[in-house]
């Protein structure tokens, strides 16, 4: 774990850097200055962007992470590695942006009604799929060689400084909507050019290749494995955005614009999660490769426990806070109708990042397969699920029908990692880590009244709460790791 902690802590240096970043941008900019209409068209934007270049990936990514170990030869240049990293990527954008301008008529129809705004910024829409594509594989390739900081500046602080500015140059008149969305899809392009050069420095990029070093046995598995890998980005990838698309069909932009703010206060809960799942995954693929089991499964309890530990955490802090941070939020009237999105949407986040590696784990075995047989299947859950209760309960239902297929799919998913690659992330640390969260939250509803002044209420709960968490998580010794953290940053044994 001595790698993985330490890029994982210069990662997320940077996407804490970043969070907050967009915690300016999100909270004080586009909700006093930009109205949710605006927010909601960028974020449906980059979603549908985001679904097409994941199936113009085609797998890639993934394909890419299970697969470098058979590549893997620095004197040789990876073998032609870069060069299979490249065409995939490239065939695939050609197809499903030939596919995404037929359909272009359905497309428009499905938000035509409540949101017809996504019809004058359509044409739009192609380069950023071909930036979002090539910029996810480059970053994937950067991960794989184990260096994931420069790209974790570039995706968490450069795009957030880069939208801040945006988004003040549309408040402040000197750029029109249609000037913010072209300036919007240029960002992301540098992000890609930038993720190029940094890969360019860091390793060969030559498209040099030697066909001769495939042979039938890899082209075959690699062949397979794409193929589920494809199938089930239909699926997965259309799963995780259908809350937001339906929120624009059913609702409207403005509503969006409502999900996307409550949404965001959700997704900082995950945020180390993301460093220590990307820093990990080249080396569960390296275990599974060598079918070494009991290394990849203590490292699934390692990952878990970790991610759950930090992301409960953060979940506290927000949860406790939020009638405050709502009060604090510019038109934060209009906001407050997410509340309880904030609510279900962090709870799927935090099974996301207890289970999620589970996934990465199945994907890099000989048991890939498997996630393709539910995909579907919990396609329709999220179609039933949201259907039924965004006309019930608004926004509120789209982010519950969002934990339910979360709850069903990681549950499912665990079962299969338990009985195909003997995975059990859970320890006592989980279970105790767990206690401890739901014991704080009712200490919050046994604090004295709340004080009349949202800023120092929230610092006084804060104060409470998160001191009384660091010195039970040590006392109980959730993590040794952590522990040995504690004891060498703070001197908590001599403390306690």
């Given at each position: 774990m001595g790698v993985i902690i330490r890029q994982?802590?210069?990662?997320?240096?940077?996407?804490?850097?970043?969070?907050?970043?967009g915690f300016l941008t999100t909270f004080f900019i586009l909700t006093k200055y930009v109205e949710p209409e605006v927010i909601g068209l960028t974020k449906v934007l980059y979603e549908v962007a985001a679904l097409i270049a994941g199936f113009a990936q085609l797998g890639t990514s993934a394909s890419a992470m299970r697969f470098f170990p058979y590549f893997k030869n620095p004197e040789n240049n990876h073998n032609g590695f870069f060069f299979y990293?490249?065409?995939?990527?490239?065939?695939?954008?050609a197809l499903f942006i030939f596919l995404f301008l037929c359909f272009k008529h359905y497309v428009l129809d499905f938000f035509s009604e409540k949101s017809a705004w996504l019809a004058d910024y359509y044409n739009w829409l192609v380069p950023l799929i071909l930036f979002l594509t090539f910029w996810a594989v480059l970053e994937t390739y950067s991960n794989i060689l184990?260096?994931?900081?420069?790209?974790k500046f570039i995706r968490e602080v450069g795009i957030r400084i880069f939208s801040l500015g945006l988004f003040l140059c549309y408040a402040g008149g000197i750029l029109d909507l249609d000037g913010l969305v072209a300036g919007y899809v240029a960002m992301y392009g540098i992000a890609m050019a930038a993720t190029l050069w940094y890969v360019s420095r860091i390793t060969s990029v030559s498209f040099r290749h030697n066909f001769a070093f495939w042979d039938k046995a890899l082209l075959k598995k690699i062949g397979h494995y794409t193929l589920f890998l494809i199938i089930g980005a239909i699926g997965g990838n259309i799963i995780s955005q259908l809350d937001l698309f339906m929120v624009s069909s059913r609702l409207g932009l403005e509503y969006a614009g409502i999900y996307t703010i409550a949404s965001y206060m959700a997704f900082v809960i995950e945020i180390p999660g993301r460093s220590i799942t990307s820093i990990s995954a080249p080396i569960a693929a390296t275990a599974l490769k060598q079918n070494d089991f009991d290394t990849a499964n203590g490292l699934y309890k390692q990952v878990s426990l970790h991610q759950l530990m930090v992301g409960s955490i953060f979940f506290l802090l927000i949860w406790i806070n939020i009638d405050n941070i709502f009060a604090v939020l510019p038109n934060g009237d209009i906001y407050r109708q997410g509340k309880w999105v904030v609510f279900f949407i962090?709870?799927?986040?935090l099974v996301g990042m207890t289970l999620g590696f589970g996934a990465t784990l199945i994907s890099f075995s000989k048991y890939y397969y498997w996630g393709l047989y539910f995909t579907f299947l919990l396609t329709g859950i999220t179609i039933v699920t949201n259907e039924l209760l965004i006309p019930l309960c608004g926004i509120t239902g789209a982010a519950l029908a969002t934990f339910l297929t979360c709850v069903v799919s990681y549950l499912f998913q665990q079962w299969i990692v338990m009985r195909k690659v003997n995975g059990n992330p859970y320890t006592w640390g989980t279970v105790k880590q767990i206690l401890l969260i739901c014991f704080l939250l009712g200490i919050n509803e046994l604090l004295p009244a709340v004080l009349a002044n949202p800023w120092l209420d929230a610092c006084y709960r804060t104060a409470i709460v998160g001191l009384l968490c660091l010195v039970m998580v040590y006392k109980l010794n959730i993590s040794e790791q952590v522990n040995r953290?504690?004891?060498?940053?703070?001197?908590?044994?001599?403390?306690?």
């Open positions: 994982s802590i210069k990662a997320t240096i940077f996407n804490y850097v970043g969070a907050f970043i990293l490249m065409l995939m990527p490239a065939l695939g954008s184990m260096r994931i900081v420069v790209p962090a709870m799927s986040r953290l504690l004891k060498k940053h703070l001197r908590l044994d001599k403390l306690l």
